[in-house]
Nanobody, 124 residues
């Protein structure tokens, strides 16, 4: 079983910055893709950023390109999101996502796991 625990959400002013972190726990050897999605009230969940296990592939949602940076630490099974130049449209619940997990005590699991979500609010 995998648990994703997010931290770092909160309130920021327009133009400000926040950093989100997510750590995966469980009998995990490795995680293929980790990333962040977000969901604003009345809207569908959307891609923010994802990063591959080999660090060689990062994909960002169009609305965050150039402002957000995703990183990961494979040794800690963690992923972070540095969010700069925040604006009101970035207000949403941000969810950590892990897909493709090699367990130390079981076969490869291609299921998608989600964190519980952390609120990010941007306002004056």
């Amino acid at each position: 079983q995998v648990q994703l625990v997010e931290s770092g959400g909160g309130l920021a002013q327009p133009g400000g910055s926040l950093r989100l972190s997510c750590a995966a726990s469980g009998s995990i050897d490795a995680i293929n893709v980790m990333g962040w999605y977000r969901q604003a009230p009345g809207k569908q969940r959307e891609l923010v950023a994802v990063i591959s296990r080999g660090y060689d592939s990062r994909n960002y949602g169009d609305s965050v390109k150039g402002r957000f940076t995703i990183t990961r630490d494979n040794a800690k099974n963690s992923v972070s999101l540095q969010m700069n130049s925040l604006n009101a449209e970035d207000t949403a619940v941000y969810y950590c996502r892990a897909a493709g997990i090699w367990f130390s005590d079981g076969p490869f699991d291609d299921k998608i796991y989600w964190g519980q979500g952390t609120q990010v609010s941007v306002s004056l």
